[in-house]
């Protein structure tokens, strides 16, 4: 079993500055892409932020030029630098991660979410 495991959320003023991390853990042979989503109240869960483990990144338009995504293999974890922050940044962001680890004997690809942490911007 893999799970995925997010810090860094909270409460930041606009204009501040916010690093998430999402961490994965568990028999993992490799995780081809990595990224970040958001969902506000009464919205989509929407891309933030993607890379794979190539380094190709892509983002949402609404954070290009303020959100640096990033992504440490040999730990298997996913950053997220936010930068410029604006009050409709708030939501909960979602770690996501496709993921190919080892089970008896087996190789299976799957997709895995985080369960969120909370990002507030508000003065």
């Known amino acids: 079993q893999v799970q995925l495991v997010e810090s860094g959320g909270g409460l930041v003023q606009p204009g501040g500055s916010l690093r998430l991390s999402c961490a994965a853990s568990?028999?993992?042979?490799?995780?081809?892409?990595m990224g970040w989503y958001r969902q506000a109240p009464g919205k989509e869960r929407e891309l933030v932020a993607a890379?794979?483990?190539?380094?190709?990144?892509n983002y949402a338009d609404s954070v290009k030029g303020r959100f640096t995504i990033s992504r440490d293999n040999a730990k298997n974890t996913v950053y997220v630098q936010m930068n410029s922050l604006k009050p409709e940044d708030t939501a909960v962001y979602y770690c996501?991660?496709?993921?190919?680890?080892?089970?008896?004997?087996?190789?299976?690809?799957?997709?895995?979410w985080g369960q969120g942490t909370q990002v507030t911007v508000s003065s």
């Open positions: 890379i794979t483990s190539g380094g190709s990144t």
């Open positions: 996501n991660a496709d993921v190919t680890w080892y089970s008896a004997g087996h190789y299976l690809q799957e997709t895995y």
């Open positions: 568990g028999r993992i042979f490799s995780i081809a892409a």
